[in-house]
């Protein structure tokens, strides 16, 4: 999923951080095709709870693309509603980067959607930030289609009251479907007697077995900048907490990054990383997903990625052709030593409504249908991922990045939310370049914080 960002987690305990080992229970590969698919795209429209009174029709721009999975799930609700009402629902399917080539572009314009999607840190920094969307608090009181259920009764507040989800005014601006953590994933067909690593000495120990059998340790699309930083954000945010992140990042001074010398120690394991050989050769020299299918093809043994990791490896693997699968495990990093901060990054996805919508009412209708049970579930069973409610099924792959979850850990975005400062200019200009540079060994731990102090200064003095 190659948004930008989408996010990962710990547990509440240390050794669930340390690794819920085994995504996976049974032996063998799993299958290529999800076996609940055909009889969710099948099954009868369920009702919806509540129906636009005025407007008879709406546009949704989608962030995925009409024949991939939640694509699949996506149409047969807009299907579902249009037959449950008889509203017209015109729909785009644009792919991940419809807010910066096309609902951002469309804001001055009268074409704007009425509705659309995409993960909380994008749609801050792109249409939040210069003011393009519109509360849905509201929605939290629509009806979902069963009995008086609303949507605040059956999606929890923890995935959508977050600072990240709100505007300048303290309104939230979406309402999430879909929930992405992220982990370490592993092959265990291929990978055996694992044992998930309590310390950063015992994650390294695991590459190094992993080298020592012939694959490489780690894969590593390098061109995603967000990609590359998630291995510093995930280890930093255990020393300074949820939240800290964004704190060092505001400061104006830039001097945050030298006076706690814990940010600087978190970039140890990843100048380690990129020093040691455990990257995997060309990484940094790819076109994505290259490197990710090239993990699929047990070239490497390990790969830190989004909950949507077995969606995108299987369908690569079904495209070519054969039976063979992946049994898909996962754990988490470990916690570094020192660090005091149980982490869980989340990343929700969700629905948001333009401030210049022609057709709020029909767009905020759908969005509490698509939370319907019966509709929402194909999230899991169509596009094996985490949905925002939790009593929907959890894929088998899944179930140990949802255990994290659910955890009484400190919960935060993706990143800490880092990519949404100053609508994203803040990590295109000062973190990835220098992250980049850490995670290719051009840059020791000391010179990475420093220079992020400088280029941090020199940023704030010109963005306002």
Same mark, same amino acid.
């Given at each position: 999923?190659?948004?930008?960002?989408?996010?990962?987690?710990?547990?509440?305990?240390?050794?669930?951080? +340390?690794?819920?080992?085994?995504?996976?229970?049974?032996?063998?590969?799993?299958?290529?095709?999800?076996?609940?698919?055909?009889?969710?795209?099948?099954?009868?429209?369920?009702?919806?709870?509540?129906? &636009? +009174?005025?407007?008879?029709?709406?546009?949704?721009?989608?962030?995925?693309?009409?024949?991939?999975?939640?694509?699949?799930?996506?149409?047969?609700?807009?299907?579902?509603?249009?037959?449950?009402?008889?509203?017209?629902?015109?729909?785009?399917?644009?792919?991940?980067?419809?807010?910066?080539?096309?609902?951002?572009?469309?804001?001055?314009?009268?074409?704007?959607?009425?509705?659309?999607?995409?993960?909380?840190?994008?749609?801050? *920094?792109?249409? =939040?930030?210069?003011?393009?969307?519109?509360?849905?608090?509201?929605?939290?009181?629509?009806? =979902?289609?069963?009995?008086?259920?609303? /949507?605040?009764?059956?999606? &929890?507040?923890?995935?959508?009251?977050?600072?990240?989800?709100?505007?300048?005014?303290?309104?939230?601006?979406?309402?999430?479907?879909?929930?992405?953590?992220?982990?370490?994933?592993?092959?265990?067909?291929?990978?055996?007697?694992?044992?998930?690593?309590?310390?950063?000495?015992?994650?390294?120990?695991?590459?190094?077995?992993?080298?020592?059998?012939?694959?490489?340790?780690?894969?590593?699309?390098?061109?995603?900048?967000?990609?590359?930083?998630?291995?510093?954000?995930?280890?930093?945010?255990?020393?300074?907490?949820?939240?800290?992140?964004?704190? /060092?990042?505001?400061? !104006?001074?830039?001097?945050?990054?030298?006076?706690?010398?814990?940010?600087?120690?978190?970039?140890?394991? /990843?100048?380690?990383?990129?020093?040691?050989?455990?990257?995997?050769?060309?990484?940094?020299?790819?076109?994505?997903?290259?490197?990710?299918?090239?993990?699929?093809?047990?070239? *490497?043994?390990?790969?830190?990625?989004?909950?949507?990791?077995?969606?995108?490896?299987?369908?690569?693997?079904? !495209?070519?052709?054969?039976?063979?699968?992946?049994?898909?495990?996962?754990?988490?990093?470990?916690?570094?030593?020192?660090?005091?901060?149980?982490?869980?990054?989340?990343?929700?996805?969700?629905?948001?409504?333009?401030?210049?919508?022609?057709?709020?009412?029909?767009?905020? +209708?759908?969005?509490?249908?698509?939370?319907?049970?019966?509709?929402?579930?194909?999230?899991?069973?169509?596009?094996?991922?985490?949905?925002?409610?939790?009593?929907? &099924?959890?894929?088998?792959?899944?179930?140990?990045? !949802?255990?994290?979850?659910?955890?009484?850990?400190?919960?935060?975005?993706?990143?800490?939310?880092?990519?949404?400062?100053?609508?994203?200019?803040?990590?295109?200009?000062?973190?990835?370049?220098?992250?980049?540079?850490?995670?290719?060994?051009?840059?020791?731990?000391?010179?990475?914080?420093?220079?992020?102090?400088?280029?941090?200064?020199?940023?704030?003095?010109?963005?306002?």
């Amino acid at each position: 999923m190659r948004s930008t960002r989408v996010a990962a987690l710990a547990a509440g305990s240390a050794l669930v951080l +340390a690794g819920c080992g085994g995504g996976s229970s049974g032996g063998g590969e799993a299958p290529l095709a999800l076996p609940g698919a055909d009889q969710y795209l099948t099954a009868p429209c369920p009702e919806v709870g509540t129906k &636009p +009174a005025a407007d008879k029709e709406f546009t949704y721009w989608s962030m995925w693309t009409k024949d991939e999975p939640q694509g699949k799930v996506l149409s047969k609700a807009v299907d579902c509603f249009q037959q449950k009402t008889g509203v017209k629902v015109e729909v785009q399917w644009l792919g991940r980067k419809l807010l910066t080539q096309n609902v951002a572009p469309a804001l001055n314009t009268d074409t704007v959607p009425d509705l659309f999607d995409q993960d909380v840190s994008q749609v801050k *920094a792109a249409i =939040v930030a210069p003011g393009g969307t519109q509360s849905v608090q509201d929605v939290l009181d629509y009806k =979902v289609g069963e009995g008086d259920k609303t /949507v605040r009764d059956v999606v &929890p507040e923890k995935f959508w009251n977050l600072p990240a989800n709100k505007d300048d005014s303290g309104q939230i601006f979406e309402i999430p479907y879909e929930l992405i953590g992220n982990a370490w994933w592993y092959n265990k067909d291929t990978v055996t007697d694992f044992q998930a690593p309590k310390t950063m000495d015992e994650l390294f120990a695991l590459f190094d077995k992993a080298k020592q059998s012939g694959v490489a340790a780690v894969s590593q699309d390098g061109d995603i900048d967000f990609y590359n930083a998630y291995f510093y954000t995930q280890i930093a945010e255990r020393y300074v907490g949820a939240g800290g992140l964004e704190k /060092v990042a505001l400061d !104006k001074t830039g001097q945050a990054w030298l006076s706690d010398p814990n940010l600087a120690k978190a970039a140890e394991p /990843v100048e380690k990383l990129a020093k040691g050989g455990y990257l995997i050769d060309g990484w940094d020299a790819s076109k994505f997903p290259q490197v990710q299918q090239r993990w699929a093809d047990g070239e *490497a043994a390990y790969v830190f990625l989004g909950g949507w990791a077995p969606s995108e490896t299987r369908e690569y693997l079904a !495209k070519q052709g054969g039976d063979k699968g992946i049994d898909y495990a996962t754990f988490q990093f470990p916690q570094p030593e020192g660090a005091t901060h149980q982490v869980v990054e989340q990343l929700p996805i969700g629905m948001a409504v333009s401030k210049k919508a022609k057709h709020p009412e029909a767009a905020k +209708a759908f969005i509490a249908y698509l939370l319907n049970k019966d509709i929402l579930s194909g999230i899991s069973t169509v596009a094996d991922n985490l949905t925002s409610r939790p009593d929907m &099924p959890v894929p088998e792959s899944m179930k140990d990045i !949802k255990t994290v979850l659910d955890s009484d850990a400190e919960h935060t975005i993706f990143m800490d939310g880092l990519d949404a400062l100053s609508g994203g200019k803040w990590v295109e200009s000062v973190f990835y370049p220098l992250n980049n540079d850490l995670l290719k060994g051009k840059l020791t731990a000391k010179q990475f914080v420093e220079q992020l102090a400088a280029k941090q200064a020199e940023f704030w003095k010109t963005t306002s």
